[in-house]
């Protein structure tokens, strides 16, 4: 029985700029069939509110308790651990960051920088993780399909060399992060054995969901996706469908 | 018996731009001694031509023969492989690659590129790993001394994102290479049992040196020396040392 479904965002409802043809349509039925969704997205170059209103453009509403982002989890951790960040992220993800901190304690914060990520940025994290900092990492994924269609480098490799330098483990906030899940699986009241996940990214999405107990995880062939990607990981998903299209017809057999 | 000594330079000979108080006279005594030396870097900021220069600047007269630099290693392994370089390294070490390359392979050549590790350049030799290049690092330590006195980011860590990125270990032709460290050693007709290494990191020249075979190695704690780094990697040194003037009274005992 599915009773909750989650969804990635970058290479399974847009990529780049444009809605992947039939997505929006895709999240119409899963809506008309009265099942919860959670979208979950790993992006860290965008603010919460940039996400939700790029989603309405391609006609699919989003209300701001149904989005999982790494930036909402990296605000949640900061408070609990009464920690002010150093930032390393994205120009336009410090809207997100916007909040008032305390604690006497600091945590370098990692998204994806972008062109932001060069020495002297890194270098200055580095120090700060010596000087005694922990390190949060928004995402660790490997890379991501850019505008251009070809593959770039998302956040993980710059953490890793944090990771590298400083002789110490990052906290993963977002995907694969069983928290994370678990999360956005509590906040629709699913548990984690009645929820589908759809996602492009075999490690991340699929093998991270599965291990957060999630019962079924469906790999599409848009977005990052690369030939193979299914072979990679372990667990292996459930099934790989075309697009997410193909993946919400499966869902739906028997419910429409 | 000692029959060669290896030493590093950074840390070691000199510290930024000025030598290390009393290494000039402590190699001197070392030349008198008649015992051979070879002085191995992991230093890709500058050419070999530069290091000689800048060594004969503090009155420490080094012939090219003597001077191992990862640069040399890495012309030595692109003409075995036939491959040509995409260069990821300081804009000084590209005097060392002015060289005719041929062959259909290529190999991203990563060194400590400094301010030229960008999120583009980064992003480029990324590009290359998924086309099919190899990899190949200079040197992967973590960190250096740097001119401020504090620890800055070496060429390791982007080393370590360019692996974690493509999934895909690199060749790492400096220290702790056991191969480097035999090059060394075969080319003064040393054997590592009979070799000593004076160095003030812990990993790349201590416990590689070490691993390599080499019986005695001596850690000094100038440079990038920080308490405690004799316990943190294993092999652990022979002995620490306050600097290098200390090894080489070390080695001469009884030879003077």
Same mark, same amino acid.
């Given at each position: 029985?599915?009773?909750?479904?989650?969804?990635?965002?970058?290479?399974?409802?847009?990529?780049?700029?444009?809605?992947?043809?039939?997505?929006?349509?895709?999240?119409?039925?899963?809506?008309?069939?009265?099942?919860?969704?959670?979208?979950?997205?790993?992006?860290?170059?965008?603010?919460?509110?940039?996400?939700?209103?790029?989603?309405?453009?391609?006609?699919?509403?989003?209300?701001?308790?149904?989005?999982?982002?790494?930036?909402?989890?990296?605000?949640?951790?900061?408070?609990?651990?009464?920690?002010?960040?150093?930032?390393?992220?994205?120009?336009?993800?410090?809207?997100?960051?916007?909040?008032?901190?305390?604690?006497?304690?600091?945590?370098?914060?990692?998204?994806?920088?972008?062109?932001?990520?060069?020495?002297?940025?890194?270098?200055?994290?580095?120090?700060?993780?010596?000087?005694?900092?922990?390190?949060?990492?928004?995402?660790?994924?490997?890379?991501?399909?850019?505008?251009?269609?070809?593959?770039?480098?998302?956040?993980?490799?710059?953490?890793?060399?944090?990771?590298?330098?400083?002789?110490?483990?990052?906290?993963?906030?977002?995907?694969?992060?069983?928290?994370?899940?678990?999360?956005?699986?509590?906040?629709?009241?699913?548990?984690?054995?009645?929820?589908?996940?759809?996602?492009?990214?075999?490690?991340? @999405?699929?093998?991270?969901?599965?291990?957060?107990?999630?019962?079924?995880?469906?790999?599409?062939?848009?977005?990052?996706?690369?030939?193979?990607?299914?072979?990679?990981?372990?667990?292996?998903?459930?099934?790989?469908?075309? @697009?997410?299209?193909?993946?919400?017809?499966?869902?739906?057999?028997?419910?429409?």
């Amino acid at each position: 029985m599915t009773s909750g479904v989650l969804l990635d965002l970058s290479g399974v409802i847009y990529e780049g700029p444009r809605a992947i043809p039939g997505a929006p349509e895709a999240v119409s039925r899963l809506r008309k069939s009265g099942l919860p969704l959670r979208f979950v997205t790993n992006t860290t170059r965008s603010p919460k509110q940039a996400i939700i209103r790029r989603l309405a453009e391609f006609g699919v509403a989003v209300a701001e308790s149904e989005l999982f982002t790494p930036a909402q989890a990296a605000l949640d951790w900061l408070r609990e651990h009464g920690c002010r960040p150093h930032l390393l992220i994205h120009p336009d993800l410090r809207l997100d960051f916007e909040a008032e901190f305390s604690g006497s304690g600091w945590a370098v914060v990692v998204g994806d920088a972008a062109d932001a990520f060069d020495y002297a940025s890194l270098n200055r994290a580095f120090r700060e993780l010596i000087h005694g900092a922990s390190l949060l990492a928004l995402a660790k994924n490997r890379k991501f399909e850019d505008s251009d269609g070809e593959l770039s480098l998302d956040a993980g490799p710059f953490v890793a060399a944090l990771e590298f330098a400083s002789e110490r483990q990052a906290t993963v906030l977002g995907k694969p992060s069983a928290d994370f899940y678990e999360a956005a699986l509590a906040s629709m009241l699913c548990p984690a054995e009645e929820a589908v996940m759809i996602g492009d990214d075999a490690e991340a @999405d699929i093998a991270g969901a599965l291990n957060a107990g999630v019962s079924v995880a469906l790999l599409v062939r848009t977005g990052k996706y690369r030939d193979g990607d299914e072979r990679r990981f372990d667990p292996a998903p459930t099934a790989v469908v075309d @697009d997410v299209s193909a993946a919400v017809d499966r869902i739906l057999v028997g419910r429409e």
